[in-house]
């Protein structure tokens, strides 16, 4: 007789742990929502024709225009829901760029070590010396107006911290067994860094994609406002910025509809967030 | 005849946990005597150190609470004192020293600190050159050299072996009438294990203290512990003083636990035995077998243990040797 | 290695640091960026009009030259002129300075006093209602963009309500006070969610350790193991999380600035944003470096003092 012992490894016993937690799953049932819809209408399969003039311009509230309309007479409702695609754009430009930059040299840096490592970390250093809002409002001053500059505004500025993670993960990763173990059989630099090590930091590259989406969305925020957002598409950004004079005259409900929206998706991203780490940090015990 | 100090009476602590309630100790009964020693034996998970903690008053509550038993202290029920009352039983009565020493002392403060901080509490009556005095007299009981130096260094400056002689030194500055050890010595090289278990005992004899010695390793019990308690999924199966548990081990877990332990007697056979195991594996708290616990990796289990008698209970053999099976072994 | 030597180290290494900025900088600035003669002569400029202005910006020197200059300008404090207002850069800093520490000194010292004192509340009654609580408020708080609190804060508290002042400023104390008082009660608000998880976590990482179980079992109450051996533990990163928000102060609050029109070297960002102005930008991003990498060998220096395990020999 044995005990049949199921083994997963961190990741699946994490994730379930995530799908049994009723608030967590929520949290994942809404950025899926958020994503699919952010899908769709990029793919062009649901088409949301925000720019057309529904009403007249500032209208409340009410059976016909759920959330009013702007100064142009465009629906808000539509606005934000296009409004989505943008935000799950931005989102997640920015956390893949961060992502690949950010592992690649880090997974560099602590496993090769000496001087490779020492130039990685001067180039970190350098950047993370800047404080965040200034170089990304250098960036993306210099890049000028428009959607792309602030994509890539957004990912040179977001690497540095998953750079300094990842080298600190892989240099105590690099001379565990199950990578000597690899050595001996003769597995290339690569082979060992690529499928050896660097499915067992996984976890830190996705709790760092969490935390770099939202801040990636609330980044876009702040460059809506000093004229350095996305054009030709509304993003939450620019309706909040825009409300800033709509205020005065009583109209909320600009802000409402994208402060609503945003805040939805940046909770459950927090949520997810915060469960995952209980859940794939080892060290945490105890919440 | 030695004065009976502590008691610990059909002692249940249950722990509540998202998989459901599992009892990690589930009916202990064991005494001490002043100047004996206890041990409590098991494999992890048995039940052993949480029982320790049940007498500090130490379980986390959540998730854990003493839901059933007593347990006496010169006549006293501690788990009917009030926090305060406990407070002033801890380190000053019942003392208590554990399995990591490298990380039980605080790093930002000194040795001296750590030491006089217990005496400050529980002897206010003492000035603070008192009690340095008192903590640098500890330092020496416990054989750490140079004490007056020592008492202003930190504990990173110790080695294991010397962080644990601090942690004695700790437990025992206010003279408790128990020192529970919970494997004091299973973090720390062989040598170093047997110059604590030499120190414990030297100070028991010059303080008088009871001491609950809790392990797994079987060795350390025969070394230093006067009774031994054998404990599998939070109940004893086995208990008697020391010779006659390692000469006449009844119940099929000792005997598999003394089984296991290699052999160095060159005189004992000539023949070369194999290490004995226990097959199988400790069943998960949660999923206990009906009847005795420890049937699936028993060899001598029959129908009767399959749970139509009930669970085994503790028996009397005679002098004090007890044993909780139905098919105990006669050797 | 004892103290001597990893603080001349750590200062040592603030030149690299240093040169690399400067590159980002030149790249970003020198490299990247448009011809600024557009932006300053207008569309119609003539070839000559360009070559001059040029000159006098020093673009028509090598690269190596140009990057020189930044350096210089680093190690000398020396930032030029402001291309709008004409007026020495270190002058209009020296003017934005006070207004902005009004502002942010007491949002610092506010926040994260308030963020440790219910940091270690909610340690301390961990898993009991006042925990949850604050877990789901610190949560929620932290999801809400700060654009928009700024906007309703203002729009309620101030527009509406008439509670405080809407925006201006005053340089004279204490008359700057009701300009600022609404501005750092929304920033406190704002700052109050991720500082205090940020310390609840560093207090917890602390309160799990096998010495607090030692502290217990002494007898010790759970306040004295909470503030004696729990806090002085936690205050180690805590302090030294603490220390890098120091040159944060002298940036000030770029939004908050903006919108309350508060005359602090966050305004002039936005201002120098706004009117495309190059040596205003390249001056506040080299001089918030610099502070930045200085209060960071400060905080990695203060760390070696305040842990008695890095207290080499």
């Given at each position: 007789m044995s005990a049949q012992v199921q083994s997963k490894s961190l990741l699946q016993s994490a994730l379930l742990k995530l799908f049994r937690d009723k608030v967590s799953l929520s949290a994942i049932i809404i950025v899926s929502i958020y994503f699919s819809i952010g899908l769709l209408t990029f793919s062009g399969l649901l088409n949301i024709e925000w720019g057309k003039e529904v009403g007249p311009s500032y209208s409340t509230p009410s059976m016909d225009y759920l959330f009013g309309t702007d100064i142009f007479g465009r629906s808000v409702l539509l606005k934000t829901i296009k409004a989505i695609e943008t935000a799950v754009l931005i989102g997640l430009s920015t956390s893949l760029i961060a992502i690949v930059i950010g592992t690649t040299l880090g997974l560099i840096a602590g496993y090769f070590g000496g001087i490779v490592d020492e130039l990685i970390v001067w180039f970190y250093t350098t950047f993370s010396s800047i404080p965040w809002i200034m170089l990304l409002v250098s960036v993306a001053f210099i890049l000028g107006k428009g959607t792309s500059s602030v994509f890539i505004a957004l990912g040179v500025t977001s690497w540095t911290g998953l750079c300094r993670l990842v080298r600190a993960e892989v240099m105590k990763h690099k001379d565990r067994e199950y990578v000597q173990a690899a050595s001996s059989v003769g597995a290339s630099h690569s082979r060992k860094m690529i499928s050896h090590i660097l499915p067992n930091i996984f976890h830190v590259l996705i709790i760092n994609f969490t935390q770099t989406f939202d801040s990636a969305i609330k980044a876009e925020v702040i460059l809506s406002y000093l004229g350095l957002g996305v054009q030709g598409r509304p993003s939450w950004g620019t309706m909040i910025d825009d409300a800033k004079l709509e205020l005065a005259r009583g109209v909320w409900w600009q802000l409402g509809a994208a402060t609503l929206a945003m805040f939805i998706i940046v909770l459950a991203f927090n949520i997810l967030g915060d469960a995952l780490r209980d859940a794939l940090d080892p060290k945490l015990k105890g919440k | 005849m030695e004065e009976k100090i502590l008691e610990v009476k059909d002692l249940v602590v249950q722990f509540n946990t998202e998989r459901g309630s599992i009892k990690?100790?589930?009916g202990v009964n064991f005494d001490v005597y002043k100047g004996k020693s206890i041990g409590i034996v098991g494999e992890s998970g048995s039940g052993k150190s949480v029982s320790a903690l049940a007498i500090m008053g130490l379980i986390p509550n959540p998730p854990g609470q003493v839901i059933g038993g007593d347990i006496v202290y010169r006549g006293d029920s501690l788990l009917k004192y009030s926090s305060l009352q406990m407070r002033k039983i801890r380190g000053n009565k019942i003392a208590m020293i554990f399995q990591e020493p490298m990380t039980s002392l605080n790093p930002v403060y000194t040795i001296g600190n750590q030491i006089e901080e217990v005496v400050a509490l529980h002897r206010p009556e003492l000035n603070s050159k008192e009690r340095t005095n008192r903590a640098i007299e500890m330092l020496k009981l416990v054989g750490i050299p140079s004490p007056e130096k020592r008492v202003d260094e930190y504990p990173h400056q110790l080695s294991g072996g010397m962080r644990q002689r601090v942690m004695i030194a700790i437990a025992l500055a206010c003279e408790p009438d128990i020192l529970i050890a919970d494997?004091?010595?299973?973090?720390?090289?062989v040598t170093i294990q047997a110059q604590i278990l030499e120190l414990m005992k030297r100070l028991q004899k010059e303080m008088g203290m009871g001491i609950i010695l809790i392990t797994h390793d079987l060795g350390v019990v025969a070394e230093t512990c006067d009774h031994v308690s054998v404990m599998y999924c939070g109940q004893i199966v086995e208990s008697a003083d020391v010779q006659t548990l390692f000469k006449s081990p009844k119940h099929p877990y000792t005997r598999g636990l003394l089984g296991s332990i290699p052999s160095f007697d060159s005189t004992a056979s000539t023949k070369k035995e194999r290490l004995q195991t226990i097959e199988g594996m400790v069943p998960s708290l949660f999923n206990l077998p009906k009847g005795c616990n420890f049937q699936d990796r028993c060899q001598h289990a029959t129908e009767a243990c399959k749970g139509v008698k009930g669970d085994p209970v503790l028996k009397d053999l005679g002098q004090q040797h007890f044993v909780a099976c139905f098919n105990p072994v006669q050797a | 290695m004892n103290l001597y030597t990893y603080v001349l180290r750590r200062l040592l290494y603030v030149v690299p640091v240093l040169l690399g900025v400067c590159l980002v900088v030149f790249v970003l600035f020198n490299l990247v960026a448009p011809d600024p003669a557009f932006v300053l002569l207008g569309k119609h400029a003539t070839p000559l009009q360009i070559a001059q202005l040029h000159h006098e910006l020093g673009l028509d020197k090598p690269f190596w030259a140009q990057y020189l200059d930044i350096v210089k300008s680093a190690f000398t404090l020396e930032f030029g002129y402001s291309w709008s207002s004409k007026q020495q850069i270190w002058e209009m800093i020296k003017n934005g300075v006070l207004p902005s520490l009004s502002l942010t000194i007491p949002i610092f010292l506010l926040s994260n006093t308030i963020a440790i004192i219910i940091a270690l509340t909610t340690a301390y009654y961990r898993g009991k209602l006042i925990d949850r609580f604050m877990l789901i408020f610190t949560i929620a708080t932290m999801s809400i963009p700060s654009l928009a609190i700024i906007l309703f804060g203002q729009w309620a508290?101030?527009?509406?309500?008439?509670?405080?002042?809407?925006a201006g400023y005053e340089r004279s104390i204490p008359e700057f006070i009701p300009y600022v008082l609404l501005p750092i009660c929304i920033y406190v608000f704002i700052n109050f969610g991720p500082d205090t998880r940020y310390y609840r976590t560093m207090i917890l990482d602390e309160a799990y350790q096998d010495y607090v179980r030692t502290a217990r079992s002494k007898g010790l109450s759970e306040v004295i193991v909470m503030f004696k051996h729990v806090l002085k533990n936690a205050m180690i990163p805590i302090i030294t999380n603490t220390v890098i928000q120091i040159p944060n102060l002298f940036l000030g609050l770029l939004l908050a600035e903006s919108f309350f029109s508060i005359p602090g070297l966050g305004s002039m960002t936005i201002n120098a944003i706004n009117n495309s102005d190059f040596p205003v930008i390249k001056a506040i991003t080299i001089l918030s470096s610099i502070s930045f990498i200085v209060f960071g060998v400060i905080s990695d220096v203060l760390y070696t003092v305040v842990d008695p395990r890095m207290r080499l020999k």
């Open positions: - | 990690a100790v589930n494997e004091p010595t299973t973090a720390l090289d | 508290f101030a527009y509406k309500l008439g509670l405080f002042e809407i």
